[in-house]
């Protein structure tokens, strides 16, 4: 019976980390990809100011 309850716990912090894991990848993905934007934006605007 306490074993089953151990099991449990365990298996909702498995849960609960998988989640935020799968939080902070998609959170990256997004912010990389802003990142590259600003740069391309940045690189773009420079390239006006030159003209």
Do not use: C, P, T, W
């Amino acid at each position: 019976m306490a074993g089953e309850k151990i099991m449990v716990v365990v298996l909702l912090l498995l849960v609960i980390f998988l989640g935020i894991a799968v939080f902070l990848v998609y959170l990256e993905r997004r912010l990389s990809a802003s990142e590259k934007k600003l740069k391309h934006l940045e690189k773009k605007q420079n390239e006006q100011k030159k003209k």
